[in-house]
Every structure is written in structure tokens, then in C-alpha cells.
């Protein structure tokens, strides 16, 4: 959920070069929040503008799907809205999505920031229960069986060298970043809430690339889970484990592909 700020170094000589968004302005450190509850009928949560306490706050909640990018859902509600407890509380029919499972967060949205509110739930549609999660969202498979399988997969393509690349998409520049205070503004989530990784955690266009698209690049195998200001149509922003490795990586042109299907 946070906007990627990028941290990419442009060589023209020994030039540095940083193109960033302003990650969490003055409106980040007065928001505070959380979700607390996913039911079978309701999701439930607060937030509060700490500096106009009695000012409702705009809340979008993501339902995270594991059938592709395109379960994939946003839903808006007002927290404090005609409530002196700054709650929540979003009426949901879980019968209109696909998915047997949705992992469930929210972000206070002013203009074009979102702030991620803690606590995450994992929500079962034919149990009909809901399980807090202790890390970071994602569109992996929260079962760790599953999440182990994609690991290996993703290892076997980069040592194979191409044995997940699909359909060529094209010649992207693409940039790096990390979770520091100059490339993110310190925030420790993506903008679609996961927890970012090195070797997985990528930023797009989301117009190009919708969240959860897997992308092949340089043996490796990358989600869409992050985005910023200045990647926009054929730019790409690569997490990186620290500032360093970042810089190191500079800007370059990489070529793309697809990610195949696993029959």
C-alpha cells in the first residue's frame, strides 16, 4: 500500500539521479487506524485524522484473490461518518466473488495517498471464518505448502534460465528502490500491502500492468505489488533488499516476458 518512491541511479558520468513521489507527507503521520473484524456479512474497522478528529476519513478495502490479477476488488467506505467512534463498517455479499479465499486489507485514501491501517485478515468463504495475519498481505498463497511451491518454482525458472518466460512483452527501463527513508519514506508495505521482497516485489504502471501480473526478467520472477509516480508506461521499479544493492542496479533496460502457466 505505500507508493513506491524510486531509488535509481542514472549514470551520465558519475550523475546521480533520484526520481521520487512524496511517499508520506504531513497526512501519513496524522492518520492512524486499523481493521479489526471480516465476517460473513461485514468488514469492520476505524480510522481517525488525528488533526480534524471529527472529519470522517475515506477507507478503501482490497479483497486479494488467488485466481489471477484479475481477483482483484476495491471497495470504498467513510470511516467516522455519522460515528464518534471513527469506525466502519462495510455490508458485504462474499456470495458476488469467485474466490474460495480473500486476503482483506484497508488504507486511509486522501487525494492520491493511501495509507495502509493495520492488520490484515485472511478470509475463508466456505468456512465462513477470517484469520488475522501477522505479516504483510500478498497475492502468494498464504499456506505455506503452497507459498513453498511457488518458491521452488520461481528457483527452478531462474536456474533453468527460461523455463517460466511466456510471450516476449517487450524492452522496459527499470529502476530500484527500497524500503529506506529516501526511496520510501520508510514505509515497510507496497501499495497493494504486502510486505516487499527481493527477487519478487516489483512496481508498475498498474494501467500496464494490473497488481498481482507476474512478470519474467532476467531469470527471475516478479509480482506487481507496488507503483509510483514515475513509473508509468514502459518504466518498471525493482525492489531491492537495501539502498546499496539499489544504486548498484542504477537504470537499465530489461526485457520482459510473460510468466507460464504451471499445468
Avoid at 461518518?81 to 482483506?104: C, L, M, P, Q
Avoid at 504483510?136 to 536456474?159: C, I, L, M, R, V
Wanted: with cysteine; proline share 3%; hydrophobic share 35%.
Amino acid at each position: 500500500m505505500k507508493k513506491s518512491l524510486l531509488c535509481r541511479l542514472l549514470v551520465s558520468g558519475t550523475a546521480l539521479f533520484l526520481s521520487s513521489m512524496t511517499a508520506f507527507p504531513a497526512y501519513a503521520a496524522k492518520i492512524s487506524g486499523r481493521l479489526d473484524s471480516v465476517t460473513e456479512s461485514s468488514i469492520s474497522g476505524w480510522a481517525c485524522d488525528k488533526e480534524t478528529s471529527d472529519a470522517a476519513v475515506s477507507v478503501e478495502l482490497t479483497l486479494m484473490g488467488k485466481n489471477g490479477p484479475g481477483d482483484v476488488t476495491v471497495l470504498s467506505v467513510n470511516a467516522g461518518e455519522n460515528r464518534s467512534d471513527h469506525g466502519f463498517t462495510y455490508a458485504i455479499d462474499w456470495s458476488r466473488y469467485k474466490g474460495a479465499s480473500y486476503t482483506v486489507t484497508a488504507a486511509a485514501v486522501s487525494g492520491e495517498e493511501r495509507i495502509p491501517l493495520e492488520g490484515s485478515f485472511l478470509y475463508n468463504k466456505e468456512t465462513h471464518t477470517a484469520s488475522r495475519q501477522e505479516i504483510g498481505p500478498g497475492f502468494e498463497n498464504t499456506d505455506t505448502a503452497a507459498a513453498a511451491d511457488q518458491n521452488a518454482s520461481e528457483k527452478a525458472a531462474k536456474a533453468s534460465g527460461s523455463g517460466l518466460a511466456g510471450e516476449y512483452i517487450g524492452s522496459f527501463q527499470a529502476s530500484a528502490y527500497c524500503t529506506c527513508d529516501t526511496c520510501s519514506g520508510g514505509s515497510k508495505l507496497t501499495y497493494s500491502g504486502t510486505v516487499p521482497k527481493p527477487e519478487h516485489t516489483i512496481a508498475a504502471d498498474l494501467n500496464v500492468f494490473p497488481l498481482g501480473t507476474r512478470l519474467w526478467i532476467d531469470g527471475v520472477v516478479y509480482t506487481v505489488e507496488d507503483m509510483g509516480s514515475g513509473v508509468t508506461d514502459n518504466r518498471l521499479d525493482i525492489y531491492f533488499a537495501t539502498h546499496e544493492e539499489a544504486l548498484d542496479f542504477g537504470l537499465k533496460t530489461v526485457e520482459v516476458y510473460s510468466v507460464k502457466e504451471e499445468k
